[in-house]
Nanobody, 118 residues
Framework: QVQVVESGGGSVQPGGSLRLSCAAS????????MGWYRQGPGKQRELVAD???????DYADSVKGRFTVSRDNAKNTVYLQMNSLKAEDTAVYYC????????????WGQGTQVTVSS
C-alpha cells in the first residue's frame, strides 16, 4: 500500500523558517518527480516547487530565492526549506509524487498546514 506522508508544518511569524518533509513508501517503480503544492484560503491549488530524480528543480515565481526543494532518492523523501516566510505563504501544503511512462502513477499526501502570522 502506497503512503505519502508530510510533516513539519506549523505556525511561524513573518520572516521565520520552516522545513517540510515528505516520505513516500510502498512504491516499487522509481519516482520521476517529487514536489510540493499549496492551497491557500479561497484559492486554487498551485505548484510551489518540484524536483526530478536527476535534481532539476522548478519553482513558483512567488517563492524563488526563499524556498529550496531537495530530495533523497534512496529514501523516497522530498524536503522543502522555507525561509523569509510571508503571510501570503499561509496554506495547506501537499506533497506530490509521480512517475511518467511505463507504470505511471501519481500520489498525493494528506496535506500539512503552514500558518504565517504575527
Amino acid at each position: 500500500q502506497v503512503q505519502v506522508v508530510e510533516s513539519g508544518g506549523g505556525s511561524v511569524q513573518p520572516g521565520g523558517s520552516l522545513r517540510l518533509s515528505c516520505a513516500a513508501s510502498g512504491i516499487i517503480l522509481s519516482i520521476n518527480v517529487m514536489g510540493w503544492y499549496r492551497q491557500g484560503p479561497g484559492k486554487q491549488r498551485e505548484l510551489v516547487a518540484d524536483i526530478t530524480r536527476g535534481g532539476s528543480t522548478d519553482y513558483a515565481d512567488s517563492v524563488k530565492g526563499r524556498f529550496t526543494v531537495s530530495r533523497d532518492n534512496a529514501k523516497n523523501t522530498v524536503y522543502l526549506q522555507m525561509n523569509s516566510l510571508k503571510a501570503e505563504d499561509t496554506a495547506v501544503y501537499y506533497c506530490n509524487v509521480r512517475r511518467y511512462g511505463l507504470g505511471s502513477y501519481e500520489y498525493w499526501g494528506q496535506g500539512t498546514q503552514v500558518t504565517v502570522s504575527s
